[in-house]
C-alpha cells in the first residue's frame, strides 16, 4: 500500500507537546496517515534558520516539521498569503496588496519546501498538498524529478477570472497547478470559474470524467466539499462538557432566544455586516427587545496584518454602539467575546441556540455551519440562517439562506427564524443532518484520494 504525504502550511496533527490539537482536518488526515504509515509536513509556526525537518511520530502519526527565517515568513506567510492571496480569493481586491518581494517570498518558501520535502518521498507515495499557501509546491516537487501521484486541494473559494487576472503573476500561478495530477474544490461553483480561467486565459478545454487540458498536459479537476468529523460532533453534542455549557447558556438567557455566531474574526466572515442586520432587527421590530440575544464569539486571528487590526477596531466600537443604544438595565442585546472555547463546549452552545446566524461574504465551504447542524436536538432544532456566498449553502440549501451584504435579508430571517413552527424547524433540518453525517470529513478525505489513487 502506498504511503500518504500530507503537506499543508501549518500541521495540525497532534504532537506530544500538543496532543488535543485536534480540527475535523486534523482527525481525517491523521486517521488515514495512521492507516497508511503516511507523514505530515509543514511550517511549524517558528522562526529560524531551517534545517532537516524535525520528525516525530504521536499517536500513530508521524509529522515533520520546519522553522522558517523570519523575512520568509513575513514575506510568504503575512505577505503572500494572508495581504495577496487570501483577499484577493475572497473577491475583496480593495485590501489586496501587490508586492513583488511577497511573491518572491512565496516562490523562495515553496522551493525551499520543495527541497527539504523531496528527499523524504519514495517512488510510491501519494502526495497530498492543502491549500492556497502552497499552490507552486507541485511544481517546485517536479522540478525535484519527483514523478509520485500528486494532489492539491483549495480550501478557499476559486476567484472569478477577471478578478483573478488582476495579480500580476496569475498565469504563472495556475501554470503550476498544472503539475498537480488532480486538484479538488470545495463546490461545483468554484470549478466552474476555474473551467472558466482554463478556457479563457489558456485556450485549455474540459473534457468528459472532470478532465481539463491545456497544452499537452490533462489533470482532473474535481469537487468535493469538506465535511465535519460528524460522528465525534453528535457524540460531544450531548457530552458531559457539552451539557455543561449548554445549562450555562439556558441559565443566562433566562428565557430569551439565544442567536449564536462562532467565526474566526476576520473580513471575509462578514461579522460587520452580521452586526448592521442585528441592529436592523433591533430596530425595526422594538417589541421583540429582550426577547433575543446575539452571542458572537470570535478569536483574533493574523493579529500582524493592518486589514485584520482594522476589521477588530470596528467590531470593538459598533458592538459597543449596539449594546449603547438598545441595551436595558436588564438585558444586553449582544454580547460579544473574543475567546477560543473547546470544541465540546461549543456543540453545548450551538445546541442550546435558536438561531445559527452564519453570513460570510465569502467563504471556501464553512465547518461553523456543519456544527450547529450536528450539535441541535433531532425533536427540537434550532435553525440555520447561512449566507448565500458560503460554500456550504451547496449543500445545505434548506437552511434560510440570505445575501449577507443585506441588513435587512438578515433581520427578516432572525424575524422568519423566531416565529418559526417546530415541524418547519424539523423538515428543514433533517436533509441538512444528513448530510452533514454521510458527507463528512472521512467521505472527503475518501473522495479525494480515491480520485487520485486513480490515476
Ligand atoms: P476557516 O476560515 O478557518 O477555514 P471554518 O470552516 O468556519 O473557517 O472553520 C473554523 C473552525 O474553527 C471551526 O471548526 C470552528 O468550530 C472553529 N472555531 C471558530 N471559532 C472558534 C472558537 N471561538 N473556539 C473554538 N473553535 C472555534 C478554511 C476556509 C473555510 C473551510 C475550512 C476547511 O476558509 O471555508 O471550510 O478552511 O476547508
Known amino acids: 500500500m502506498s504511503r500518504l504525504i500530507v503537506i499543508s502550511n501549518r500541521v495540525s496533527a497532534p504532537t506530544a507537546d500538543k496532543p488535543g490539537a485536534q480540527g475535523g482536518l486534523a482527525v481525517a488526515l491523521s486517521a488515514a496517515l495512521r492507516e497508511a504509515d503516511g507523514v505530515w509536513f509543514g511550517w511549524s509556526g517558528e522562526t529560524g534558520e531551517t534545517g532537516e525537518p524535525n520528525f516525530q511520530t504521536f499517536d500513530g502519526v508521524t509529522s515533520a516539521t520546519i522553522d522558517l527565517p523570519e523575512q520568509d515568513v513575513e514575506e510568504y506567510y ?33 522551493r525551499l519546501f520543495g527541497d527539504v520535502i523531496a528527499p523524504h518521498i519514495q517512488s510510491d507515495d501519494l502526495i497530498w498538498v492543502h491549500d492556497y499557501h502552497l499552490i507552486p509546491l507541485g511544481w517546485m516537487l517536479r522540478q ?11 480550501h478557499i473559494p476559486w476567484p472569478p477570472t477577471r478578478l483573478l487576472t488582476a495579480l500580476p503573476e496569475h498565469r504563472r500561478l495556475v501554470d503550476a497547478l498544472f503539475a498537480y495530477d488532480v486538484v479538488g474544490f470545495q463546490t461545483r461553483e468554484w470549478l466552474e470559474t476555474f473551467h472558466d480561467y482554463v ?17 499537452g498536459r490533462t489533470i482532473r479537476v474535481i469537487a468535493c466539499p469538506i465535511g465535519i468529523d460528524a460522528d465525534e460532533f453528535i457524540a460531544n453534542a450531548t457530552s458531559e462538557q457539552a451539557q455543561a455549557a449548554y445549562t450555562r447558556m439556558v441559565e443566562s438567557s433566562i428565557g430569551r432566544s439565544l442567536i449564536i455566531g462562532v467565526d474566526r474574526l476576520d473580513y471575509s466572515k462578514g461579522l460587520e455586516e452580521r452586526f448592521n442586520g442585528y441592529q436592523r432587527y433591533l430596530e425595526t421590530r422594538p417589541d421583540a427587545h429582550a426577547n433575543v440575544y446575539l452571542l458572537q464569539i470570535a478569536p483574533p486571528s493574523r493579529a500582524t496584518v493592518e486589514s485584520y487590526q482594522i476589521i477588530r477596531a470596528q467590531l470593538d466600537s459598533l458592538s459597543g454602539r449596539i449594546n449603547g443604544a438598545f441595551a436595558d438595565v436588564d438585558w444586553v442585546p449582544l454580547r460579544y467575546v473574543n475567546q477560543s472555547y473547546p470544541r465540546a ?21 464553512n465547518l461553523v455551519a456543519k456544527e450547529f447542524v450536528a450539535a441541535q436536538d433531532p425533536e427540537d432544532p434550532g435553525v440555520l440562517i447561512l449566507s448565500r456566498f458560503a460554500g456550504a449553502a ?11 451584504y443585506s441588513p435587512d435579508d ?21 436533509p441538512m443532518f444528513e448530510n452533514v453525517r454521510d458527507e463528512s470529513v472521512i467521505w472527503w478525505r475518501r473522495c479525494f484520494t480515491d480520485s487520485l489513487m486513480r490515476v
Open 78 to 110: 503575512d505577505g503572500y498569503a494572508n495581504r495577496t492571496l487570501w483577499p484577493l480569493f475572497h473577491y475583496r481586491l480593495g485590501l489586496t496588496e501587490f508586492e513583488r518581494e511577497f511573491q518572491g517570498g512565496s516562490e523562495r518558501v515553496n
Open 345 to 365: 463546549a461549543l456543540a453545548g452552545i450551538y445546541r442550546a441556540a435558536r438561531i445559527g446566524l452564519v453570513t460570510p461574504l465569502r467563504d471556501g465551504m
Open 144 to 154: 525535484q524529478g519527483l514523478t509520485n501521484r500528486l494532489g492539491f486541494f483549495l
Open 410 to 430: 438578515i433581520a427578516d430571517a432572525i424575524d422568519k427564524a423566531l416565529a418559526m413552527s417546530r415541524e418547519e424547524r424539523v423538515a428543514r433540518w433533517r
Open 394 to 404: 451547496e449543500q445545505l440549501d434548506s437552511a434560510l439562506l440570505i445575501n449577507p
Open 199 to 215: 478556457v479563457r486565459e489558456m485556450g485549455g478545454s474540459i473534457g468528459e470524467d472532470d478532465l481539463v487540458t491545456v497544452g
